[in-house]
């Protein structure tokens, strides 16, 4: 299958399950949601949600570094805006805007392997602290969520905390695992190097403390969005959302994430009594957001400079 056949797909997809979820939630009922947002907590999340890009900006910025890619905060700032721009608006989720840093990390000059592995690492730092807080979330909410699972609410908790402590734990066990000699060379090698360096458990934690304010970041952004629109809820709660809603959001089937994360949404805050209108009105939100943001990385931090 071709590429731009693949990418046109993908777009059709998107949009067929967005049209599909407002379609079962009511788009007279979603409308009526997003006309009384209220511009002030639209404004909060979406300074949250610009905050949180930065930090990860930075985050990337530093993982580049480390592995030898060497980029200044503007240039970091500026490319990761707008690979979220790209991401936004081009088929595949969060790999168009992934393969736009590393190739402009690499065209500045830099390692190819380092460009490579720096986006790859700062997408995985990411992943690893969602899913932890996604977990622990769970675990607070476990009044609400482990009934709608049918299952005991201690086992809920056990299953929760036990399965974010040894996700937690799994990085730490990266050099021991690639003291291998089957990853003596290849495309692990510059993997292999850093992660065998004395200063790995240093880096490991900082990307842990900016990861974590990323997702929290994000939260905040999500329940600006929410509180814009009248949905009140605890702050566990959009602490366990924001995993099912950003990951369903990074599967490369639609374009910027549009119907996924609707879907997503509608799915995880239907236990807490969140009418699907107004989740779907969450997701939308967050989707501008997104573009809000592409657009204000243009703006702000120009094009690529040549040469």
């Given at each position: 299958?071709?590429?731009?056949?693949?990418?046109?797909?993908?777009?059709?997809?998107?949009?067929?399950?967005?049209?599909?979820?407002?379609?079962?939630?009511?788009?007279?009922r979603v409308w009526g949601q997003l006309r009384q947002a209220q511009p002030g907590w639209l404004l909060a999340g979406l300074l949250a949600g610009i905050a949180s890009n930065l930090v990860s900006a930075l985050r990337w910025r530093a993982l580049a570094r480390w592995l030898g890619a060497n980029a200044s905060t503007r240039d970091a700032c500026r490319w990761y805006f707008q690979a979220i721009g790209l991401n936004a608006l081009l088929p595949g989720a969060v790999v168009g805007g992934d393969v736009y840093r590393a190739v402009v990390l690499?065209?500045?000059?830099?390692?190819?392997?380092?460009?490579?592995?720096?986006?790859?690492?700062?997408?995985?730092?990411?992943?690893?602290?969602?899913?932890?807080?996604?977990?622990?979330?769970?675990?607070?909410?476990?009044?609400?969520?482990?009934?709608?699972?049918?299952?005991?609410?201690?086992?809920?908790?056990?299953?929760m905390l036990g399965g974010t402590l040894l996700w937690l734990a799994l990085p730490w066990c990266l050099p021991a695992l690639l003291r291998s000699r089957r990853f003596a060379g290849g495309w692990l090698a510059p993997l292999r190097e850093a992660a065998t360096r004395p200063d790995f458990p240093r880096q490991l934690v900082w990307q842990a403390g900016a990861s974590a304010a990323v997702q929290l970041l994000s939260a905040a952004a999500l329940a600006g969005g929410g509180l814009a629109l009248g949905v009140a809820l605890p702050a566990s709660v959009w602490a366990w959302a924001i995993a099912p809603v950003f990951l369903m959001a990074a599967l490369p089937v639609s374009v910027g994430g549009w119907g996924t994360r609707e879907a997503a949404a509608v799915a995880a805050l239907a236990p807490f009594g969140v009418a699907a209108s107004a989740a779907v009105g969450v997701g939308v939100v967050y989707g501008v957001y997104g573009l809000a943001q592409g657009a204000l990385g243009a703006l702000a931090f120009g094009l690529p400079r040549k040469g």
């Open positions: 299958m071709k590429r731009p056949f693949k990418a046109l797909l993908r777009g059709l997809v998107g949009l067929a399950l967005l049209g599909a979820v407002v379609a079962l939630a009511d788009p007279a690499r065209g500045a000059g830099q390692d190819t392997a380092a460009s490579s592995w720096s986006v790859v690492l700062d997408r995985l730092s990411g992943l690893w602290m969602l899913c932890a807080i996604g977990g622990l979330g769970a675990a607070a909410c476990a009044d609400v969520l482990a009934p709608w699972l049918r299952l005991p609410r201690g086992l809920f908790i056990a299953l």
